[in-house]
């Protein structure tokens, strides 16, 4: 067995025995499947959940049983997720099942070779459409939005949904570019700041679209959820509480 102080020397020979993915302890947890095939899985996550970490709350433990055929090369004993979301947002998250696509899918979300879209309802009224790109971190940073639509709030003005689609990956990118340009996304406690908000129902904020290409068949990859049943609660609320102040 090598240790971290061992050298390579020319001539030996390095064997890799396991299946390289660390063993968990499965959460009795089901959460909706949006795609599967022997290569990967994608699953929608509710806020509150990690993708993965030192926690046993996550997505990868809630759909280890969600094994790979053992049959196919290169599969991993669990899914193991390609990318990350925070905790507090919810949608869909990719995961693999074996390997190659482990690492055909990380490459491709690296290369920017994945396009996500989100959904996110805000305090105020964009714009119809148009970009965000406001330097984060002093790193460039690109946003795009498009808004679906608004309602009159008593307490707040308006709230809207909008489409997001993040052409960089920074962290907390949308949350910050949406907080600069004065929309802040409703349930943000963390960039909130002075600014009041509704606090109590989350982050309304859901990865909502992936596009993609099948790291194995090559095939085009669309996947799309609806907006949350909570996003539409509450503009509606929001919408029927200033209709009856009128």
């Known amino acids: 067995k090598a240790e971290t102080r061992d050298f390579v020397s020319p001539g030996d ?7 390289s993915v660390r063993k968990i302890k499965p959460l009795a947890i089901t959460l909706p499947i949006v795609f599967q095939d022997e290569h990967l899985v994608v699953a929608d996550k509710p806020g509150g959940m ?5 926690r046993y709350k996550t997505v990868e433990n809630a759909v280890a049983d969600l094994s790979g055929s053992f049959l196919t090369p290169g599969s991993l004993s669990r899914p193991v997720a390609v990318h990350r979301l925070d905790v507090p947002t ?8 074996t390997k190659k696509a482990q690492i055909l899918l990380s490459r491709a979300f690296q290369e920017r070779r994945v396009t996500k879209k989100y959904l996110a309802v805000v305090h105020g009224k964009p714009a119809t459409r148009g970009r965000i790109s406001t330097p984060i971190d002093g790193k460039s940073a690109l946003t795009r939005f498009h808004l679906i639509r608004s309602v009159p709030s008593r ?6 949904l909008l489409e997001l689609t993040p052409v960089t990956g920074r962290t907390h990118q949308l949350r910050i570019h949406l907080r600069d340009m004065g929309h802040l996304i409703v349930g943000d406690k963390l960039y ?5 908000t509704i ?3 989350g982050l309304l904020l859901c ?6 290409e099948h790291p194995i068949t090559r095939k085009n990859i669309k996947l799309r959820i609806d907006s949350p049943a909570k996003f539409t609660r509450l503009m509606d609320r929001e919408a029927k509480r200033y209709a ?3």
């Open 13 to 19: 020979i390095i064997e890799l025995r396991g299946r």
């Open 199 to 201: 606090l109590g129902k």
């Open 155 to 160: 307490n707040f003005g308006h709230l809207s």
């Open 90 to 97: 919810s949608g869909l998250v990719l995961l693999a099942r």
């Open 50 to 54: 990690a993708v993965n970490g030192n």
């Open 244 to 246: 009856s102040d009128e």
């Open 192 to 196: 909130a700041g002075q600014q009041k």
């Open 207 to 212: 990865a909502s679209e992936l596009i993609f």
